[in-house]
């Protein structure tokens, strides 16, 4: 596979990267311009750009750039370690890092008329869709056209079916605390970007007791957001859902 392709094969899968390149060379350098390296969130990659010292800071900040981001210009000088210098050849190299950021998912949990309402606005804003519901006649393109991904299955099994990323945000708009009592503690150990519980302050109180009756890390609990959604004194599940989409903008805009 050529770089070329596995750029493809990230675009295809939602995945992310980042797109290594010398874009100024002086002197004598490893590499010379238009060289790529492509860096994975893993650290692995394909392709280089020159190999050492050099390569090895490149692909650390390529993953900070995933991380955060945000491209990158990096410029090097080879001339002498013993200043901090990532090489010795006597030139001067820039590269440009160019973070691949995957499409937003949305996971909606429970599909009735609140969670319908949020998959529909959060496709028109450009989400990809994802529905689970243990109900199955809930779960299906009949009755969430919007949704790209179904699961119909127990909310504590989802973490093991979906790749639940730092660019996946979770709501749950379930029928009962019992539902979410007993699937957000998988759910809290994943790199989701948000996790929001719909219901009252009171209802939220309750849940969070028996989270931590449970065993489950307060640290864990205290980063759902619950009430869910940004104050705007919505009723409607028209109005639920903007108020909904809002907060996901706020605290975590793509």
Known sequence: MTLFQALVE?????ETGALCTIIRSKGSTPRHVTSKMLVYPDGHIMGTVGGGEV???????????????????LAYNMANPE??????????????????????????????H????????????GFIVAVTDDRPEFCTPQAVPEADEFYPIP???????????????????????DVDVRGLPSLL????????????KRRWATTTKKLLDAGVPAKLVDGV?????????????????????AEIIKLHAP
Do not use: F
Not at 225 to 245: Q, R
């Open 55 to 73: 390569e090895n800071r490149v692909i650390k900040e390529a993953i900070k750039a995933m991380n955060d981001k945000t491209p990158r210009l």
């Open 10 to 14: 990230i675009e295809k899968n939602n």
């Open 83 to 112: 200043r901090g210098d990532p090489g010795i050849c006597g030139g001067q190299v820039e590269i440009y890092v160019e973070p691949i950021i995957p499409k937003p998912v949305l996971v909606v949990v429970g599909v009735g």
């Open 225 to 245: 957001h619950s009430p869910i959604g940004l104050e705007i004194h919505a009723e409607t599940p028209e109005e639920i859902a903007v108020s909904i989409m």
């Open 155 to 177: 909310l504590e099994e989802l973490s093991s079916h979906l790749n639940i990323t730092p660019w996946t945000s979770i709501v749950l708009t379930t029928r009962g605390m």
């Open 189 to 200: 150990e994943t790199h989701a970007a948000y996790i929001g519980v719909i219901g009252s």
């Open 114 to 125: 609140v969670g319908k309402a949020v998959a529909h606005l959060a496709k028109w804003m």
